[in-house]
């Protein structure tokens, strides 16, 4: 069986695009794409959550649907404060590089912007810490509220009885650091347009394998 170019993984011939990276539809996306994203300054920021919340949205996949609002919301409002209007992009990931379960969140926010009064505002700047502390309170004001509106279906394993144990454990991870990862920003279209066509077409089915393939039929492990 062929492999793919990119990654090595076992990839059928023919078929459009392999399972494991996804690069051909990567850059299928980021060639329709390039001329529609704005062409300035970006800024890439990963959303994390500490594991011991891993199993609460696989669990609930309603939740995974709320979070990128709550992100967003949080650069929006910094970016309301001073008054400017700004381009957001963000994708779900539901699987880190170990391909084990870890959802968080990508997001990309320009670092030019529109104010109220209609001038070009160059040179945004976001402050980590702050964006931290905000993630970690909407994160756990979501969980507290949705638990309290008994919406939430919990882990076996937390053996939870009453709101004082949910609540213990909101507050001890609430005390531990969550990483938010800012990196430098950049001004290179063909690598923001890159970034975000990998964060956005990587498949579905990422972590699978293809073990057999006879032309029409495949087998993945998964």
């Known amino acids: 069986m062929a492999k793919c170019q990119h990654c090595s993984e076992p990839n059928p011939e023919g078929l459009f695009n392999c399972p494991s990276c996804g690069k051909k539809a990567t850059d299928m996306w980021v060639a329709n794409n390039y ?5 300035t300054t970006w800024q890439h920021i990963t959303f994390t959550l500490p594991n011991k919340y891993w199993d609460i949205f696989w669990l609930n996949r309603d939740l995974m649907g709320l979070v990128p609002a709550i992100t967003a919301n949080i650069i929006k409002e910094l970016a309301h404060k001073k008054k400017v209007d700004i381009g957001i992009f963000l994708a779900i990931h539901t699987f880190g590089r170990d391909l084990k379960k870890n959802y ?61 144990d949910f609540n213990f454990i909101l507050d001890s991870l ?23 066509g990998k964060y956005l077409k990587r498949p579905p089915i990422g972590e699978t394998r293809i073990k057999f393939y006879d032309g029409r039929n495949a087998i993945f492990r998964y």
Not at 184 to 195: A, F, L
């Open 35 to 39: 001329e529609k994203l704005p062409d």
């Open 174 to 196: 609430y005390s531990k650091k969550w990483v938010v990862h800012l990196a430098k920003s950049s001004n290179d279209r063909k690598r923001n347009i890159e970034y975000f």
């Open 104 to 164: 968080h969140i990508h997001l990309s926010t320009t670092l030019y912007g529109m104010s109220y009064d209609k001038k070009m505002i160059k040179k945004l700047y976001f402050h980590h810490e702050l964006i931290k502390k905000k993630w970690k309170f909407f994160i756990t004001d979501l969980l507290r509220r949705k638990y309290k509106s008994d919406e939430l279906i919990l882990p076996k394993s937390w053996n939870i009885k009453e709101l004082r």
